[in-house]
């Protein structure tokens, strides 16, 4: 599931692990969701988090909370993880790997509850 995504919102699990990062997570896949992305939100509810597709970097310049970033590759494998990124960095990037690479965000501690590490695949399937 990639650029040609038609869901509104996925569930995100970790196969290795056997837990889920986000239930409700929102996917935005055009130029205006991924300008907004969680600027207009005050929080994330444990559950809930946020599908860039594709991205390659993003930036937390205006940001009201703290989040988890998880980078992924074409495949959905991890290649970058960004614990308690806080509001005000801007340019967090990780070498981009391919084309269709994408970003998750979710809320802060999601990466150490679920143990989420680099190179694990993430299932990401509709809801």
């Known amino acids: 599931m990639r650029a040609n995504v ?3 919102y996925v569930e995100v699990s970790n196969p290795r ?3 889920v990062l986000g239930n409700l997570v929102q996917v935005a896949n055009g130029a205006e969701a991924m300008s907004i992305g969680l600027l207009d939100r005050e929080s994330l509810n444990p559950g809930e988090g946020l599908w860039l597709v594709p991205c390659r970097s993003v930036h937390t310049l205006g940001m009201k909370f703290p989040i988890d970033i998880v980078f992924l ?9 960004d614990r308690h990124s806080v509001p005000g960095r801007a340019g967090i ?10 970003v998750l965000e ?19 399937r509709p809801v």
């Open 106 to 124: 979710f809320p802060e501690g999601t990466i150490d509850a679920t143990q989420t590490r680099m190179g694990d695949y993430l299932s990401i």
């Open 17 to 19: 692990t056997q837990r």
């Open 73 to 81: 590759d074409s495949q959905n494998h991890v290649y970058g993880l």
């Open 6 to 8: 038609t869901a509104h």
């Open 93 to 102: 990037a990780h070498e981009a790997r391919g084309w269709n690479a994408s």
